[in-house]
């Protein structure tokens, strides 16, 4: 059973920064892609950032420019760095890592808030 745990998030100013960790309990290289996704109270769930097997990466546009995920296939780790984060940013963040047989696993999530 895989498991994904979450960390880092927390209270940060309005232009902070916060990077997210996702620490995964088998070989990450063994998934097709990680992503890293955030929901708010009320509204579904959206994709921040996704990150392949081989390194190539996706933003969403309203994080372009300003996140960066990353991924440490050593320690089975994937990252947000979060940057100029604004109160629109607070979330619980989520990980999410997508099998090759299609199957995909979620963390519980870190909660981030921005404040104003």
């Not at 546009?61 to 604004?86: C, E, H, P, W």
């Amino acid at each position: 059973q895989v498991q994904l745990v979450e960390s880092g998030g927390g209270l940060v100013q309005a232009g902070g920064s916060l990077t997210l960790s996702c620490a995964a309990s088998g070989s990450i290289f063994s998934f097709n892609v990680m992503d890293w996704y955030r929901q708010t109270l009320g509204k579904p769930r959206e994709l921040v950032a996704a990150i392949t097997r081989y390194g190539i990466t996706n933003y969403a546009d309203s994080v372009k420019g300003r996140f960066t995920i990353s991924r440490d296939n050593a320690k089975n780790t994937v990252y947000l760095q979060m940057t100029s984060l604004q109160p629109e940013g607070t979330a619980v963040y989520y990980c999410r890592a997508g099998a090759r047989d299609g199957l995909d696993y979620w963390g519980k999530g870190t909660l981030v808030f921005v404040s104003s």
